[in-house]
């Protein structure tokens, strides 16, 4: 007598339900696994960012103090004219100023028969490059004809100096690739006094 096998295979109805419960748990996964990853990424940006935006400041901050000599343009109006900010002493506007950075102009002498040491700048240029990861301009430091990068990860640096003041005020901006989320953009506002230091021009 034969005997018929009471094994049975999984139904069409079994298999599609199964289906769809292995879809849903992958796309959780998937969704879980992607945003960990895009928060990892958006927090090391931001923290390589960050850096660059204290060593940036750090070298701009130590340069205005160490010069003896010191001329800071920038580009006011709806023209884009350049104003010197001086310190008060020295033959320039004595009104306030407030404008973005064009450059900085350093320069040191020494007493009696010393070495003059060489002139040199920060100048801040637009990124012309389409490379990605880059902010709006960058700064150029140039020392005895040699030029080099500072960052160029910089949205914007803006010079506030009230009138008859020897302060002044730099809020530096940091950014990469026109971010729009406030997470994700540095700003960094320091100040330095011009006082006791001369005009720039007024050094050989």
Known sequence: MIQRSRQKGFTLIEVAVTLLLFSLTMGVLWEFFSNTYSTYVMFDKKSMLSDQSRITTSFIREEIRSAEGITIEVLTGAALSLEEVNPPSATGPTHEIKGILSQIKFANQTTGPGILKKKRSIKMETNTTTQGGLGKYRLIYTAGGTSSLISDKVENIKVIRDADSSV???ECIFNEDGETQSTQIIRNIF??????????????
């Open 191 to 204: 100040s330095e006094s011009l006082e006791y230091k001369e005009k720039y021009s007024s050094i050989p």
């Open 168 to 170: 002044v005020q730099f």
